[in-house]
């Protein structure tokens, strides 16, 4: 009776029970072997590459069972929270196409399980705590910050495991009424555990992950519920899993060394325990080390960063499928455009060790995506890439002549071996700007556009560029085109071959290529450009001919 006083003392206004909230939120009922997961960010900051990675993971899980994937707001850290963050990973997760089924969906909640933030949960968390002061399984501490740095400073000095526990818990010998004198003395307080855990002894249990686990039992006595009456991390996430059903929690493997803790927690408040698989680190190589992707040295650690370079997002999540399941890439060079849930992800086959993340893996999968696609699809991607970092210019560059752009996007695409250059749409425009007449004025006004080979004189130059406006045939395909440009070879004095050449060096100018390149450099602005004849074809003959005579102009 003594403890219910004091829990009634602590909680006036908790008129619920465990039963009410058991009745609130019941099983959910769906079929057999549904995995229910979450994903639970802190909104600290931007969506990171490795939370991605978990949260990809979780909704797979979901989808592949036919469960349910919700999100859950861990905000009960206000001092770290930022402004507007909550909103902005919903955001991205919904173009990372890892939106929740239920729960905190940015502007939005939506689910019988909510609320599906924490610092809304302030009741239910109370409620469970009023019913522990109750049975003894939480006690208010009134160790003010002073005591704890004292009893940190003996342990230290005594060479013993830092922290509130056994003979170290002092508030934990107060007698309940003890406790009611000093909170009706308006003593502040927070609310701790009471672990019966024996840190000498040792608990296993089966990661979904990483197999059977030896660990030394808890035996802290945690706060649960901070002085601003809001929760720790792992006393709500207890709470939470419970009651929002979970049956199986996705998350970093950095939180392996608490499972004692929240093991016991689930056992005291004789909730079942959801099923726990600890994922892998995502590491980087830093100077031949590894260490953990980190939000502050690198880049790619914010999914951000691939957005705004418009990278595709199926090309992401396809790499990091990659370092989730060792039999993926085999599953996914015979499924290149299957849609990556019909691949049969597994649990089992994840890594163990911290998987390194590599930005050239992720520009392999990225090309081989692009080069998938058909032109008008293409197109499509990189107008909502256009719109994504609000490029109005081009956009209306693109969309005013698409046909146009279509046709310049399908150069080398419908082959058996289609152009891989693109592995993020910010490199297209660089690389086809030349199309466009203002460019390539740009160039000659800016003087960038690439010298001719010095072996060939000014006279040599002028008569090729006079016979590409004459001699060459446009209309009867690309070998009859190539033939009419050897043939202007021939008659310039170099060789059709590098075989002809080779044996009389002397007798020629140079080879076709060279030749191929005088025409490219006058039309493109440099050596480099995807298939020529293509690209004359969509420039047409009267732009041809405009810059032939343009760069005759400039060698006079
Ligand atoms: N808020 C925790 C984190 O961001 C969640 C861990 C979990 O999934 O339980 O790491």
Redesign the pocket.
């Known amino acids: 009776m003594i403890r219910e006083k004091l829990a009634n003392l602590i909680f006036p206004e908790i008129t619920k029970t465990l039963s009410d909230l058991e009745k609130e939120y019941p099983p959910r009922t769906l079929k057999a072997g549904a995995e229910v997961t979450?994903?639970?960010?802190?909104p600290t900051g931007f969506l990171h590459t490795g939370s991605l990675f978990?949260a990809m993971v979780a909704k797979t899980c979901a989808v592949q069972s036919e469960g349910v994937f919700f999100v859950r707001l861990?905000d009960t850290d206000t001092k770290r929270e930022v402004e507007g963050a909550g909103e902005s990973l919903l955001k991205e997760m919904k173009l990372f196409d890892v939106f929740p089924h239920e729960g905190y969906m940015g502007n939005k909640e939506e689910g019988k399980y909510g609320p599906y933030k924490q610092s809304e949960r302030a009741d239910i968390y109370k409620t469970v705590i009023k019913q522990m002061i109750k049975d003894d399984m939480a006690y208010p501490c009134f160790c003010t910050s002073h005591d704890l740095n004292a009893l940190r400073a003996t342990q230290e000095a005594n060479k013993v495991v830092p922290g509130y526990y056994g003979a170290y818990a002092t508030c934990s010998f107060l007698s309940a009424e003890e406790a009611i004198k000093r909170v009706e003395n308006g003593d502040p307080y927070v609310l701790r555990f009471r672990s019966k855990g024996n840190h000498d002894r040792k608990i296993t249990f089966n990661d979904v992950i990483k197999g059977q686990i030896e660990i030394a039992e808890n035996d802290q006595h945690i706060v649960i519920l901070k002085s601003d009456g809001l929760p720790t991390?792992h006393f709500a996430?207890v709470v939470d899993d419970h009651f929002m059903r979970t049956t199986l929690?996705?998350?970093?493997e950095e939180?392996i060394s608490s499972v004692p803790l929240h093991l016991e927690l689930f056992n005291t408040l004789k909730f079942n325990t959801p099923r726990y698989a600890h994922l892998p680190v995502i590491n980087k190589l830093d100077n031949g080390n590894k260490r953990k992707l980190s939000k502050r040295k690198d880049k790619e650690a914010a999914v951000t960063y691939f957005l705004d370079l418009g990278y595709p997002v199926k090309a992401i999540l396809t790499y990091l499928m990659s370092i989730a399941n060792s039999n993926f890439e085999e599953w996914w060079t015979g499924n290149k455009r299957a849609d990556l849930s019909a691949f049969d992800f597994n649990l089992s086959k994840m890594s163990v060790d911290g998987a390194l993340f590599d930005l050239e893996k992720v520009n392999y999968f990225a090309r081989e995506y692009i080069a998938a696609l058909t032109a008008q699809e293409v197109v499509d991607e990189y107008i909502d890439y256009l719109k994504y970092i609000d490029d109005k210019e081009l956009l209306t560059r693109i969309t005013n002549d698409r046909e146009r752009f279509t046709k310049i996007m399908n150069i080398e695409r419908e082959t058996l071996k289609p152009r891989k250059d693109y592995s993020h749409y910010a490199l297209v425009y660089d690389s086809i700007n030349f199309f466009y007449a203002d460019e390539f004025q740009k160039l000659i006004d800016d003087q960038t556009i690439e010298p001719f080979k010095e072996e060939l004189s000014k006279e040599t130059v002028e008569k090729l560029l006079n016979d590409f406006a004459t001699k060459l045939i446009y209309s009867e395909g690309n070998e009859a085109w190539f033939n009419s440009l050897k043939e202007v070879a021939l008659s310039n004095g170099f060789a059709q071959n590098n075989k002809e050449f080779k044996a009389n060096p002397e007798g020629y100018k140079g080879v076709v290529a060279d030749v191929a390149e005088v025409l490219r450099i006058s039309v493109v602005g440099s050596r480099k450009s995807p298939n020529l004849y293509e690209v004359l074809l969509i420039l047409g003959r009267d732009e041809v001919l405009r810059r032939l005579s343009i760069i005759k102009s400039l060698i006079q």
């Not at 929690?249 to 970093?252: I, S």
């Open positions: 979450r994903f639970a960010p802190s978990t861990e991390y996430h929690v996705t998350r970093g939180w």
